[in-house]
């Protein structure tokens, strides 16, 4: 059964809907996901070197339990990533 998707989780999936509409995000092309810090930024937040943890608590963990109780629906919280450093 799905589960309801929250204020930070729906804050969440506009970024992320925004960036693939701009087709920013590419399928298949982990190179133009969003970074962690920048899903924080985007949601008013200033990113810090726990980005991540602070993105789950930001949404990301709403986000992701939805997609995997809605059936049919993809999982798109794995286009939020940690920044790689450029070699």
């Given at each position: 059964m799905?589960?309801?998707?929250?204020p930070?989780?729906?804050?969440?999936?506009?970024?992320?809907?925004?960036?693939?509409?701009k087709?920013r995000?590419?399928?298949g092309?982990?190179?133009?996901?969003?970074?962690?810090?920048?899903?924080l930024?985007r949601?008013?937040?200033?990113?810090n070197?726990?980005?991540?943890?602070?993105?789950?608590?930001?949404?990301?963990?709403?986000?992701?339990e939805?997609?995997?109780?809605s059936p049919?629906?993809?999982?798109?919280?794995?286009?939020?990533?940690?920044?790689?450093?450029m070699s």
């Amino acid at each position: 059964m799905a589960t309801s998707l929250g204020p930070r989780g729906r804050a969440l999936l506009r970024v992320i809907v925004e960036e693939i509409r701009k087709r920013r995000v590419l399928k298949g092309d982990s190179t133009t996901f969003i970074p962690y810090s920048e899903a924080l930024a985007r949601l008013g937040m200033k990113p810090n070197p726990f980005a991540g943890r602070r993105l789950q608590q930001a949404g990301l963990n709403e986000l992701n339990e939805w997609t995997i109780s809605s059936p049919g629906i993809p999982k798109i919280a794995g286009l939020i990533v940690r920044a790689c450093p450029m070699s």
